[in-house]
Protein backbone atom coordinates (compact mmCIF):
# COMPACT_ATOMS: atom_id res chain seq x y z
CA UNK A 1 0.00 0.00 0.00
CA UNK A 2 1.22 3.72 -0.69
CA UNK A 3 1.86 6.26 1.74
CA UNK A 4 0.80 9.70 1.77
CA UNK A 5 2.61 12.68 3.77
CA UNK A 6 -0.19 15.66 4.07
CA UNK A 7 0.91 18.59 5.43
CA UNK A 8 -0.92 20.66 7.60
CA UNK A 9 -0.31 24.21 9.18
CA UNK A 10 -2.35 22.76 12.50
CA UNK A 11 -2.40 25.67 14.39
CA UNK A 12 -3.49 28.05 11.70
CA UNK A 13 -6.84 26.40 11.75
CA UNK A 14 -6.05 24.36 8.70
CA UNK A 15 -7.84 21.09 8.43
CA UNK A 16 -8.23 18.58 5.33
CA UNK A 17 -10.97 18.31 3.11
CA UNK A 18 -13.05 14.96 3.71
CA UNK A 19 -13.16 14.21 0.03
CA UNK A 20 -9.20 14.12 0.29
CA UNK A 21 -9.64 12.19 3.76
CA UNK A 22 -12.35 9.80 1.22
CA UNK A 23 -9.98 9.84 -1.98
CA UNK A 24 -7.01 8.68 0.31
CA UNK A 25 -8.75 6.25 2.28
CA UNK A 26 -7.07 3.19 0.05
CA UNK A 27 -3.82 4.54 1.38
CA UNK A 28 -1.50 4.64 4.42
CA UNK A 29 -1.76 8.44 5.83
CA UNK A 30 1.07 10.12 8.00
CA UNK A 31 -0.63 13.79 9.06
CA UNK A 32 2.53 16.59 9.68
CA UNK A 33 1.11 18.99 11.74
CA UNK A 34 3.75 21.69 11.69
CA UNK A 35 4.03 25.29 13.04
CA UNK A 36 6.51 27.71 10.76
CA UNK A 37 8.67 29.40 13.50
CA UNK A 38 10.05 32.75 13.54
CA UNK A 39 13.72 32.50 13.48
CA UNK A 40 14.56 34.08 16.56
CA UNK A 41 12.19 31.30 18.17
CA UNK A 42 13.50 27.75 19.80
CA UNK A 43 11.30 24.96 18.50
CA UNK A 44 11.81 23.66 21.92
CA UNK A 45 10.18 26.39 23.56
CA UNK A 46 7.14 26.51 20.94
CA UNK A 47 6.66 22.99 21.52
CA UNK A 48 6.31 23.37 25.16
CA UNK A 49 3.57 26.26 24.39
CA UNK A 50 2.00 24.50 21.87
CA UNK A 51 2.30 20.76 22.16
CA UNK A 52 -0.54 20.28 23.54
CA UNK A 53 -2.90 22.07 21.66
CA UNK A 54 -1.44 20.74 18.62
CA UNK A 55 -1.32 17.78 19.59
CA UNK A 56 -5.34 17.30 20.31
CA UNK A 57 -5.88 18.89 17.15
CA UNK A 58 -3.64 15.65 14.73
CA UNK A 59 -5.64 13.36 16.63
CA UNK A 60 -8.76 14.71 15.75
CA UNK A 61 -8.04 14.96 12.46
CA UNK A 62 -7.12 11.37 12.58
CA UNK A 63 -10.27 10.55 13.84
CA UNK A 64 -11.98 12.29 11.12
CA UNK A 65 -9.93 9.98 8.39
CA UNK A 66 -11.14 6.79 10.03
CA UNK A 67 -14.71 8.37 10.11
CA UNK A 68 -13.90 8.73 6.08
CA UNK A 69 -13.00 4.91 5.62
CA UNK A 70 -9.24 5.80 5.82
CA UNK A 71 -6.89 5.61 8.59
CA UNK A 72 -3.92 7.95 9.14
CA UNK A 73 -0.68 8.36 12.07
CA UNK A 74 0.56 11.66 12.68
CA UNK A 75 3.49 13.64 13.55
CA UNK A 76 3.85 17.52 14.97
CA UNK A 77 6.93 19.33 13.98
CA UNK A 78 7.87 22.97 14.80
CA UNK A 79 10.20 24.54 11.92
CA UNK A 80 11.50 27.63 10.47
CA UNK A 81 11.90 25.92 7.30
CA UNK A 82 8.27 24.36 6.28
CA UNK A 83 9.90 22.94 2.56
CA UNK A 84 13.21 21.46 4.14
CA UNK A 85 10.71 19.74 7.15
CA UNK A 86 8.45 18.50 4.37
CA UNK A 87 11.20 16.78 2.48
CA UNK A 88 12.87 15.32 5.72
CA UNK A 89 9.40 13.88 7.11
CA UNK A 90 8.66 12.23 3.93
CA UNK A 91 12.16 10.74 3.12
CA UNK A 92 11.64 9.08 6.74
CA UNK A 93 8.33 7.35 6.50
CA UNK A 94 9.17 6.83 2.65
CA UNK A 95 6.54 8.33 1.22
CA UNK A 96 5.56 7.62 -2.04
CA UNK A 97 3.39 11.25 -2.47
CA UNK A 98 2.54 13.93 -0.28
CA UNK A 99 -0.26 16.02 -0.27
CA UNK A 100 -1.36 19.55 -1.55
CA UNK A 101 -4.74 19.70 0.37
CA UNK A 102 -7.84 21.68 -1.47
CA UNK A 103 -11.09 21.85 -0.67
CA UNK A 104 -13.20 19.00 -2.60
CA UNK A 105 -16.34 16.72 -2.20
CA UNK A 106 -16.17 13.58 -3.15
CA UNK A 107 -13.71 12.75 -6.11
CA UNK A 108 -15.18 11.60 -8.99
CA UNK A 109 -13.05 12.72 -11.95
CA UNK A 110 -8.75 12.62 -11.22
CA UNK A 111 -6.24 14.69 -13.66
CA UNK A 112 -2.92 12.91 -13.97
CA UNK A 113 -0.32 14.83 -15.85
CA UNK A 114 2.32 12.68 -17.17
CA UNK A 115 3.95 15.86 -18.68
CA UNK A 116 8.02 16.74 -18.27
CA UNK A 117 10.67 15.14 -16.74
CA UNK A 118 8.48 12.17 -14.24
CA UNK A 119 8.28 8.45 -13.86
CA UNK A 120 5.81 7.45 -15.53
CA UNK A 121 5.50 3.70 -14.28
CA UNK A 122 5.40 5.32 -10.59
CA UNK A 123 2.94 7.26 -11.09
CA UNK A 124 0.54 5.05 -13.12
CA UNK A 125 1.08 2.44 -10.12
CA UNK A 126 0.59 5.14 -7.51
CA UNK A 127 -2.63 5.75 -9.20
CA UNK A 128 -3.79 2.19 -9.16
CA UNK A 129 -3.56 2.24 -5.69
CA UNK A 130 -5.08 5.22 -4.99
CA UNK A 131 -8.28 4.40 -7.63
CA UNK A 132 -8.42 0.62 -6.38
CA UNK A 133 -12.03 -0.75 -6.95
CA UNK A 134 -13.77 2.40 -6.51
CA UNK A 135 -15.93 4.45 -9.57
CA UNK A 136 -13.63 7.11 -10.08
CA UNK A 137 -12.44 8.51 -13.53
CA UNK A 138 -9.32 9.24 -14.39
CA UNK A 139 -8.10 11.63 -17.46
CA UNK A 140 -4.26 11.46 -18.55
CA UNK A 141 -2.64 14.34 -19.66
CA UNK A 142 0.63 14.42 -22.19
CA UNK A 143 1.66 18.34 -22.65
CA UNK A 144 4.45 19.65 -24.42
CA UNK A 145 5.95 19.97 -27.83
CA UNK A 146 4.73 17.76 -30.93
CA UNK A 147 6.98 14.65 -30.57
CA UNK A 148 6.26 14.35 -27.15
CA UNK A 149 2.28 14.48 -27.04
CA UNK A 150 2.50 11.62 -30.37
CA UNK A 151 4.58 9.32 -28.48
CA UNK A 152 3.68 6.31 -27.19
CA UNK A 153 3.56 7.01 -23.45
CA UNK A 154 0.37 8.32 -23.13
CA UNK A 155 -1.50 4.97 -24.84
CA UNK A 156 0.54 2.58 -23.10
CA UNK A 157 0.08 4.32 -19.48
CA UNK A 158 -3.94 4.45 -20.10
CA UNK A 159 -3.82 0.57 -20.92
CA UNK A 160 -1.73 -0.42 -17.75
CA UNK A 161 -5.25 1.71 -15.86
CA UNK A 162 -7.87 -0.21 -17.72
CA UNK A 163 -6.57 -3.65 -17.26
CA UNK A 164 -6.89 -2.73 -13.83
CA UNK A 165 -10.20 -2.02 -14.56
CA UNK A 166 -9.66 2.38 -14.19
CA UNK A 167 -12.01 3.95 -16.08
CA UNK A 168 -9.47 6.24 -18.56
CA UNK A 169 -9.39 8.93 -21.15
CA UNK A 170 -6.48 10.65 -22.50
CA UNK A 171 -5.83 14.15 -23.51
CA UNK A 172 -2.69 15.76 -25.22
CA UNK A 173 -2.08 19.59 -25.52
CA UNK A 174 1.18 21.68 -27.26
CA UNK A 175 2.84 24.16 -25.18
CA UNK A 176 3.30 24.50 -21.75
CA UNK A 177 2.78 21.57 -19.25
CA UNK A 178 1.85 23.85 -16.41
CA UNK A 179 -0.26 25.72 -18.44
CA UNK A 180 -2.21 22.79 -19.80
CA UNK A 181 -2.76 21.81 -16.42
CA UNK A 182 -4.43 24.68 -15.26
CA UNK A 183 -6.78 24.71 -18.48
CA UNK A 184 -7.61 21.24 -17.73
CA UNK A 185 -7.91 20.96 -14.13
CA UNK A 186 -10.92 23.00 -13.34
CA UNK A 187 -13.27 20.29 -14.42
CA UNK A 188 -11.37 17.81 -12.50
CA UNK A 189 -12.19 16.74 -8.42
CA UNK A 190 -8.44 16.32 -8.08
CA UNK A 191 -4.72 16.44 -9.81
CA UNK A 192 -1.65 13.62 -9.88
CA UNK A 193 1.42 15.11 -10.59
CA UNK A 194 4.73 13.76 -10.65
CA UNK A 195 7.82 14.82 -8.48
CA UNK A 196 10.34 16.22 -11.54
CA UNK A 197 7.35 17.63 -13.44
CA UNK A 198 8.03 21.84 -14.71
CA UNK A 199 7.81 24.44 -11.91
CA UNK A 200 6.94 21.69 -9.30
CA UNK A 201 8.98 23.33 -6.70
CA UNK A 202 7.11 26.66 -7.23
CA UNK A 203 3.77 24.51 -7.58
CA UNK A 204 3.87 23.27 -4.08
CA UNK A 205 5.87 25.78 -2.22
CA UNK A 206 5.43 28.94 -4.47
CA UNK A 207 3.21 31.20 -5.82
CA UNK A 208 2.32 28.75 -8.22
CA UNK A 209 0.21 27.20 -5.63
CA UNK A 210 -1.66 30.15 -5.91
CA UNK A 211 -2.46 29.90 -9.11
CA UNK A 212 -3.64 26.22 -8.72
CA UNK A 213 -5.88 27.27 -6.06
CA UNK A 214 -7.33 30.01 -8.31
CA UNK A 215 -8.21 27.34 -10.66
CA UNK A 216 -10.75 26.10 -8.15
CA UNK A 217 -9.40 22.53 -8.47
CA UNK A 218 -8.96 20.18 -5.64
CA UNK A 219 -6.33 18.41 -3.61
CA UNK A 220 -3.11 17.90 -5.98
CA UNK A 221 -1.11 14.41 -5.13
CA UNK A 222 2.65 14.66 -6.01
CA UNK A 223 4.08 11.24 -6.68
CA UNK A 224 7.73 11.44 -5.67
CA UNK A 225 10.65 10.10 -7.79
CA UNK A 226 12.85 7.16 -6.55
CA UNK A 227 15.76 8.34 -5.31
CA UNK A 228 17.26 4.74 -4.20
CA UNK A 229 20.52 5.06 -6.11
CA UNK A 230 21.18 2.47 -8.66
CA UNK A 231 23.30 -0.38 -8.27
CA UNK A 232 26.06 -2.04 -10.85
CA UNK A 233 26.82 -5.47 -11.13
CA UNK A 234 30.84 -6.15 -10.14
Same mark, same amino acid.
Given at each position: ??? #??????????? @?????????????? #????????????? +??????????????????????????? /? /?? $?????????????????? %?????????????? !? /?????????????????????? #????? /????????????? &?????? &??????? %??????????????? %???????????? $? *? !?? &???????????????????? %?????????? +????????? @? *??? @???
Amino acid at each position: MSR #VLVPVEVLEGK @TVAPGLMSLLGTMD #VTVLGYHVLPEQT +PPDQARHQYEERATAALEELSEEFADA /G /GA $ADHRLVFTHDREQTVTRV %ADEINADAFAISGM !T /GDVDDLLVSLSGDVDIDRIIAF #VIDLV /GDRDIGVTLLLAG &DSDEAN &DDRLETA %ASRLREAGIDTDTST %AAGSPFDSLMDA $A *P !TH &DAIVIGEAAPSLRSLVFGDE %AERVAAASVG +PVLVVRRDE @T *PET @TEP
